[in-house]
């Protein structure tokens, strides 16, 4: 620490927090999301912890809602309106962090560990976190996890530790924690593409989630790439990203089923869900 | 005692009686203010043992989920906040609203700003996840170049308590200042040092009280504003967020009345006490209790108001998220506590709209420790029904807190009471100079009453006592 760098360097100093939502985005990793195939089988949560490091907390602090499932899979019981609409069972919503552009989350955190990338990810920077857990107290979806204990013993007893995932770290307690589109992932795919001096190819990043759903309900990709699929899947289905629009009201084909989920907060979720399809309806 | 011309002090109190009976209250504790320490060191080891468990294991040991991430340590925050508004309402407000009547009361009410101020710091901190890296809230110079989010309101609760923290500290040492001189002239060994060094060679001449005068108006004035803007800001932690019950924006005025509303509600039950265990009947007589009281309720009606606001916007504002929310509070799993917390901060106070409550010990004493038993379920009603039913209905749920958190809830208490059991003893709870002021004004006044009423020869003139004595 200097007095004379903070003087020399004022400049930089002035700059405080970064600036949340609008950047000259590199990237803009979105997912789409098609509940219509979604089985509700949980391989994409499996696969998400197996990838992230995700500890295993036990029964009894699942029960307490301590969990630390970045990827869940909500499961919705229909009820039965009448004899023409009768119960069609559960449906599933796998429910991960919405990568929000206009994050609710990020400006409330007091020592900024949580920032919007050039990527338009949500970082959170786990060494700055220092637990207030107001981020995940204004999250509308809930998708941020607090290590309310040190798993590292508990939840990899030795020799498990040898299946961690080595390009992420394990948290230790008092730290939030959320889904990060597997960023370790994505920076892979960037450092090589940059290696080869070529731009990253749809379908060459993959989160976990995305790769282990059998029914390939999950589509992830960047839709900067006017071409990659999930580009493709957005634009079909006429949802855009940015300011709020009545989903509902506004479509052209009321037959499109893309959705993001709270449009109304105008949080401008990544994630487009496409509606499961009712036979009745 | 006739009812109208009832007086808030005998004028006739000897300055020398004041000064013994203020110093006599600093001396010689009694067994039972022992016991009361004692009790007051095991509560606060209740919290330490709580606290220590949660350092060393998690926080999951206070029974915080993801839905309820903040809990009873928030609720805390914000009651000791509002607790801290009591002694700059009394002591700034009133100062320069010329209502002398605070006079005998101020001090101990300045000494629970910042005692409660004191409690209060610590929930944020004990709340954190990581407490060792607390001190990345603030702004210190990094090379790193690291700063603190200044958007969030969670930083700008750092700078307000702090400043409110420092300043109500300092005001509460400068109106002190004469009394301490007083306190080092009868004072002996440890004490008569201690106070040689307090009083900052306070030697009671004109030029040091022209100077004092001014001091203690300008801290006053600086102050109110404070008082004000922090728990406008403490408000905004919940009105900044985007959640139902949350996001209100009526919650400044409304943080601001309730902090009053409990404020005054601790300064009657510690008025009740003090009056009775160091037998200040002569200073914090039954008329000053009553316009306590009076206040009291008012702005227990202000807060009953800003409740209805509330209510009554996210009624009709037809947002379907705050809409169920409310009825949910109503109706769910918090209902007890809702309503609890209505009866006891909007119709109890109506017993402090009768003369005959109002000049009964006990009974004030009671109505106002429940006035703040409801005044905590207020700040508990705000934190906790928000988060357990959220926009996500996947992630609703309700939760108790642990024996870790009520315990650190309860430790609170202690921690403030053996703070200001141990200021009673260390400094004057009453404001000598300024009871002395009050009686020598009275006094003057009532002199100047018998003076006009002498000199009107259309009247008798009357023999009073209070004229004689008045210089």
């Known amino acids: 620490m200097s007095l004379d760098n903070i003087l020399n360097n004022w400049s930089d100093y002035r700059k405080g927090a970064e600036e949340g939502g609008h950047h000259d985005y590199e990237h803009r990793w979105t997912m789409a999301i098609n509940l219509d195939v979604c089985i509700g089988c949980n391989a994409c949560s499996v696969a998400c912890y197996a990838e992230n490091n995700l500890a295993v907390v036990g029964k009894e602090r699942f029960e307490k809602g301590q969990a630390m499932h970045w990827m869940r899979i909500e499961r919705y019981w229909d009820q039965a309106a009448d004899m023409e609409h009768p119960e069609q069972g559960a449906s599933f919503l796998p429910m991960l962090c919405q990568q929000c552009g206009a994050a609710t989350c990020e400006p409330v955190c007091p020592v900024a560990a949580t920032y919007h990338t050039p990527d338009g990810l949500n970082a959170q920077v786990y060494n700055r976190c220092i637990g207030s857990r107001y981020c995940s107290n204004n999250c509308p979806f809930r998708v941020r996890y607090f290590n309310f204990y040190s798993y590292y013993e508990s939840a990899w007893p030795s020799p498990m530790e040898q299946q961690l995932n080595p390009d992420i770290s394990v948290r230790d307690k008092g730290v939030m924690e959320k889904c990060t589109f597997c960023v370790q992932r994505i920076r892979t795919v960037k450092d090589r593409a940059k290696m080869e001096d070529r731009s990253v190819v749809d379908g060459e990043a993959m989160t976990a989630c995305a790769q282990a759903c059998p029914t390939s309900a999950i589509v992830f990709g960047d839709t900067m790439d006017e071409s990659s699929a999930v580009s493709q899947l957005w634009k079909k289905h006429q949802v855009k990203r940015g300011t709020y629009q009545s989903t509902r009201g506004e479509k052209a084909n009321p037959n499109l089923r893309g959705y993001r989920i709270f449009e109304e907060l105008n949080v401008d979720p990544s994630i487009m869900y496409l509606e499961r399809v009712r036979e009745d309806v | ?471």
């Open chain 2, 1 to 471: 005692m006739t009812m109208a011309t009832e007086k808030d002090i005998n004028e006739q109190i000897a300055w020398a009686k004041i000064n013994t009976d203020v110093l006599r209250s600093m001396e010689n504790p009694r067994p039972a203010y022992w016991v009361t320490v004692a009790v007051c060191v095991a509560m606060i080891s209740v919290a330490v043992f709580a606290e220590y468990i949660q350092y060393t294991e998690g926080m999951g040991y206070a029974n915080l989920n993801n839905p309820h991430m903040w809990d009873l340590y928030i609720a805390s925050f914000v009651f000791w906040i509002g607790m801290s508004h009591s002694g700059t309402l009394l002591s700034a407000i009133l100062h320069l609203m010329h209502s002398d009547w605070r006079k005998p009361i101020y001090r101990f009410a300045e000494a629970m700003t910042t005692f409660s101020l004191l409690t209060a710091g610590l929930f944020p901190i004990i709340h954190l996840g990581r407490v060792w890296n607390m001190y990345w809230v603030l702004p210190y110079v990094s090379d790193r170049g690291h700063w603190p989010n200044f958007r969030s309101p969670l930083a700008w609760d750092a700078f307000a308590i702090s400043t409110y923290l420092s300043a109500s500290m300092l005001f509460l040492f400068i109106g002190m200042i004469p009394d301490l001189a007083i306190c080092r002239d009868h004072g002996k060994g440890w004490r008569k040092k201690l106070y040689t060094v307090l009083a900052l060679g306070w030697e009671g001449n004109d030029r040091q009280w022209r100077h004092f005068r001014k001091t203690y108006l300008l801290m006053a004035c600086f102050l109110i504003p404070l008082a004000v803007s922090v728990h406008s800001i403490v408000s905004a932690d919940f009105a900044m967020a985007i959640m139902p019950g949350w996001h209100v924006t009526s919650f400044p005025p409304y943080f601001v009345a309730g902090a009053l509303y409990s404020g005054c509600a601790a300064i009657i039950t510690l008025f009740v006490l003090l009056r009775y265990f160091f037998r200040f009947e002569d200073y914090m007589t039954l008329p000053i209790m009553e316009k306590t009281a009076k206040l009291t309720f008012a702005i227990a009606m202000v807060w009953t108001y800003l409740n209805l606001v509330e209510f009554a916007s996210i009624w009709y504002g037809h947002n379907v998220y705050d809409k169920e929310l409310l009825i949910a509070k109503a109706t769910g799993a918090y209902a007890p506590i809702f309503w609890s917390m209505i009866f006891l901060g909007s119709v109890l106070p109506f017993t402090l709209a009768f003369r005959s409550l109002r000049r009964h010990m006990p009974t004030m004493f009671v109505v106002s420790i429940l006035l703040n038993v409801g005044m905590f379920f207020e700040r508990w009603m705000i934190v906790a029904p928000t988060l357990s039913l959220s926009q996500e209905p996947h992630q609703w749920d309700v939760m108790w807190g642990s024996v870790v958190e009520w315990g650190i809830v309860f430790g609170s208490f202690g921690w403030f009471g053996l703070l200001f059991l141990i200021f009673v003893k260390v400094f004057p709870s009453v404001s000598m100079y300024e009871v002395k002021e009050m009686v020598f004004h009275r006094q003057r006044s009532a002199g100047e009453e018998d003076l006009i009423r002498m000199t009107d020869h259309t009247q008798p003139a009357t023999e009073t006592a209070g004229g004689e004595e008045s210089k």
